[in-house]
């Protein structure tokens, strides 16, 4: 970055404002322990049907939390059996994109910190656990931490995060038309989007 560009606020603003309330977990989301299922099949973090993803599964918590795990594979080295940390973070990413289904909101990324604390080799499970800390506006404030070794092992990767609330047109106007065409004419899909839109 130039020194002449100018800095965004966004950039500081992983902390809620004080007017910033506490989340409500929305009263049809999923039961604690349900299986939240891919929001898209051919999505990167959670698609099962994207050969090239990390597959990554998803369950519902109690509150506004969900718990999530994801195998390092081969195909997600950086360093020679090591997770590539890009992948790491995207799994942080999915599984705190996967808030939305305790929400009933699409919200998609709009800031995400990332902290590595401990390397993650190749055959790894990884533990993930994310919640939603506050709310402000459309913006939703996060944070999640991934463990080596077990459930209650050492955190590996933590993150922060704010996701930014959007409707469904977000994806329509702006994503590839052939793929945008294909996911509308899936009822299972737009299921899965109506499912999320819907607020109390
Ligand atoms: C039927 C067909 C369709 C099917 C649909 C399928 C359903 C899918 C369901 C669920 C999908 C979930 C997918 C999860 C996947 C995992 C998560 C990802 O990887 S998501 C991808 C990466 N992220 C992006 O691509 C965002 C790119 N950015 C944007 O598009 C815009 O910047 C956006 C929407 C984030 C904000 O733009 P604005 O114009 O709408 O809003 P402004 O006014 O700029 O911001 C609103 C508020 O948010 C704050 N904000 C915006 N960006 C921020 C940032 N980076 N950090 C902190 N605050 C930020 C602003 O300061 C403002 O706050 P103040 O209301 O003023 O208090």
New binding site residues.
Partial sequence: MSAAEPQT??TT?LTPPADATAPVRHPEAPAPGELLGA??DR?F?CGGEQPHGLHLEARAGEGVRVSAEFTVKEAHQGAPGLAHGGVLATAL??TL?SL?WMLHA?A????LETDFLRPVPVGTVLHLDAEVTAV????IYSRAEGRIGGPDGPVAVRAQA?F?E?K?E???DNGRPEE?RA??ADPD??R??RA?EVNP
């Avoid at 402000?136 to 913006?139: A, L, N, S, V």
């Fill in positions: 606020k966004q603003q929001h898209y999505c973090g990413d999915e994109g939305n699409i998609v990324t709009g800031r402000h506006g459309r913006k704010v930014i959007v469904v977000h994806f329509i945008i996911a509308m899909q737009l899965r989007a999320f």
